[in-house]
């Protein structure tokens, strides 16, 4: 069964960066057949797709166009996770932090989530 | 706000069945795969896969469709536990990212 297992940082300043790791148990982060996503949700912009990793023989990042200059996800295979790094934060990225995993199964679709993380931007 | 556009809520009695829509531009719907989630408090769930698609374990009371640059999604037979925020997504090829619909509250009267 495959779980997926957020951290957990709360609060962070405006202009600092968010960091997030999503632990995978039952799955490989550098498997073939799946992509690593985050989705983020808030009242004011809804749901929104972030980004993903994920492994074709190398790796590749996609980015959402609105935080793509701010934005790095990295897969750590030592660990089997993934991270999130947002840079210059303000309080717009106050959001409920989701980590997912789409695979070929399902053609993309979001299978797995995490259980969600809520971080605050705030000084 | 959302690339897709669902209706803030919707309600049923038990055992009735209420539809969503989703609609969307050529962009997402009418050239991809639409997908269902469901918010109820613990993790999101996938409903519906490849449009009309339902993983292993989503009761058949679910189901999905599309028509051009609509989708919808229909609960028959509505129960208590059907209660949550309903929500649309889709691959947008002109911003190269997953789309979400603004979310549809079911109520069960």
């Known amino acids: 069964q495959v779980q997926l297992q957020q951290s957990s940082p709360g609060l962070v300043k405006p202009s600092q960066t968010l960091s997030l790791t999503c632990a995978i148990s039952g799955d490989s982060v550098s498997s073939n057949s799946a992509a690593w996503n985050w989705i983020r949700q808030s009242p004011s912009r809804g749901l929104e797709w972030l980004g993903r990793?994920?492994?074709?023989?190398?790796?590749?990042?996609d980015y959402a166009v609105s935080v793509k200059s701010r934005i790095t996800i990295n897969p750590d295979t030592s660990k089997n996770q993934f991270s999130l790094q947002l840079n210059s934060v303000t309080p717009e990225d106050t959001a409920v932090y989701y980590c997912?995993?789409?695979?070929?199964?399902?053609?993309?679709?979001?299978?797995?989530w995490g259980q969600g993380t809520m971080v605050t931007v705030s000084s | 706000q959302s690339v897709l556009t669902q209706p803030p809520s919707a309600s049923g009695t038990p055992g009735q069945r209420v539809t969503i829509s989703c609609s969307g531009s050529k962009s997402n719907i009418w050239s991809n795969y639409v997908y269902w989630y469901q918010f109820s408090g613990t993790a999101p769930k996938l409903l519906i896969y490849s449009t009309n698609q339902r993983p292993s374990g989503v009761p058949d009371r679910f189901s999905g469709s599309k028509s051009g640059t609509s989708a919808s999604l229909a609960i028959s037979g509505l129960r208590s536990e059907d209660e949550a925020d309903y929500y649309c997504a889709a691959w947008d090829d002109s911003l190269s990212g997953m789309v979400f619909g603004g979310g549809t509250k079911v109520t069960v009267l």
């Open positions: 990793t994920y492994y074709r023989s190398k790796w590749y990042n």
């Open positions: 997912a995993r789409d695979s070929h199964g399902y053609n993309k679709a979001f299978d797995i």
